[in-house]
C-alpha cells in the first residue's frame, strides 16, 4: 500500500464508482502512483491549474487517488504554479535534483555537483560567453544567484516573474556565485548563443544536459544537473519510497522522455513532440483542454 495514499472501503469490487464517494477498482488504484508533468502539460499558458483540473484532481485526490508531479520548477515555483492543488505526496523538483514533501517541508532526496565539476561547467558556459543562473543550497536554504551584469532578454523575464521571492540572490564576485552547494545550472537565452555549449555538454557522462525552447516565450532553455538528477530517477526513488507497484506518468517534451522509459503506462499531451508521442501508450487531451484531469476522471470511472 502507498504510504500517502488513502482509499476507504470497496476493496474487492471491480470498476466505477460506490455512490458513497470512494472507487471501485480500488486495489488497483492503491497499488499506482500517478505523476505529471507540469507545464505544456498540467498547467495552461496562463502557467497555472485551471480551475477545472484543479476541482477535478482534488476531487479525485480525495477520494484516494495517489497523485502527485514531476517538475523542472524549484518548491516556490512549482507550489505557486499549483496553488489549490491538494497534492500531499512528495514531489519530484528540478528534473530530479529534488524530491521534497511539502506536507512535512521534509528534503527527502536531493543530487549535488562535485565542486569541481560545477567549476568545470561554468567555466564552459564562460567561454561561449553564457551567464548562467546558479541554483544551490546553503544551510537548508535555495538560493538562485547570478552575476548581475548584461542579464539576457530571457533572464530578465525569469526574474520579472518572480520579484520578492526570498531565494534569488544577485552576486557580485564568481567567488560568491560558486560558493555552496550547486545542483542545478539554468540558462536561458537565444538558441545561438547556448546550442554550442550545449553540443559539449550533451556528451559528458557526466552530466545531464537538456535544451529546449520555453513553453511560453521564445527563449531557449539549457538546464545541466549532475547525471544522477533525471525525472527517471526522482519517479523511480517515489515508486520505492512509496511502495508503488505500477507508474502512470504525462508529459509533453523532452525532460519527460526518461521518465516515460521507466511508467507502465505513459500519455502525451496533444501539443507534445511528436517523437515523445510515439513513445506513449496514447495521446490525451490538450494541456489547454485539461487532458490530464480528463484523462484520470475517466480512468477512475466519474
Not at 547570478?146 to 532578454?153: D, G, K, L, S
Not at 521571492?165 to 560568491?176: D, M, N, T, W, Y
Not at 547556448?194 to 511560453?216: G, M, S, V
Not at 527517471?232 to 502512470?248: I, P, Q, S, T
Request: aromatic share 12%; glycine share 6%.
Amino acid at each position: 500500500m502507498l504510504q500517502y495514499g488513502y482509499i476507504a472501503d470497496s476493496f474487492d469490487r471491480t470498476y466505477g464508482s460506490t455512490g458513497d464517494g470512494t472507487f471501485c477498482h480500488a486495489r488497483d488504484l492503491m497499488k499506482t502512483l500517478f505523476v505529471s508533468d507540469l507545464d505544456g502539460t498540467l498547467l495552461t499558458k496562463e502557467q497555472r491549474v485551471s480551475p477545472y483540473s484543479r476541482e477535478n484532481i482534488n476531487s479525485l485526490i480525495r477520494r484516494g487517488l495517489n497523485f502527485t508531479y514531476a517538475t523542472a520548477r524549484s518548491a516556490e515555483s512549482a507550489k505557486r504554479a499549483v496553488e489549490g492543488l491538494e497534492v500531499t505526496l512528495p514531489v519530484v523538483l528540478y528534473n530530479g535534483g529534488l524530491i521534497y514533501d511539502f506536507s512535512t517541508d521534509t528534503t527527502l532526496k536531493s543530487v549535488l555537483f562535485p565542486h569541481t565539476e560545477a567549476l568545470e561547467v561554468y567555466s564552459l558556459l564562460r567561454r561561449f560567453n553564457i551567464l548562467p543562473f546558479v541554483y544551490a543550497a546553503r544551510e537548508g536554504t535555495e538560493l538562485v544567484k547570478w552575476r548581475a551584469e548584461n542579464e539576457t532578454e530571457g533572464m530578465r523575464r525569469y526574474l520579472s516573474r518572480r520579484l520578492g521571492e526570498r531565494r534569488l540572490c544577485p552576486v557580485q564576485s564568481e567567488e560568491e556565485l560558486l560558493g555552496d552547494y550547486i545542483f542545478y545550472f539554468q540558462c536561458i537565452g537565444a538558441r545561438e548563443h547556448l546550442e554550442c555549449a550545449w553540443n559539449i555538454l550533451k556528451y559528458d557522462p557526466r552530466f545531464i544536459c537538456i535544451f529546449h525552447q520555453e513553453t511560453y516565450q521564445n527563449d531557449f532553455w539549457m538546464e545541466i544537473s549532475p547525471r544522477e538528477a533525471t525525472k527517471a530517477n526522482g519517479v523511480r526513488f517515489l515508486r520505492e519510497y512509496l511502495g508503488a507497484e505500477k507508474l502512470v506518468c504525462f508529459g509533453d517534451s523532452s525532460n519527460d522522455s526518461d521518465m516515460f522509459d521507466i511508467c507502465e503506462e505513459k500519455y502525451a499531451v496533444m501539443n507534445a513532440d511528436t517523437w515523445l508521442k510515439e513513445k506513449a501508450t496514447a495521446s490525451i487531451g490538450y494541456c489547454e483542454e485539461d487532458g490530464v484531469a480528463k484523462w484520470l476522471m475517466a480512468y477512475s470511472g466519474v
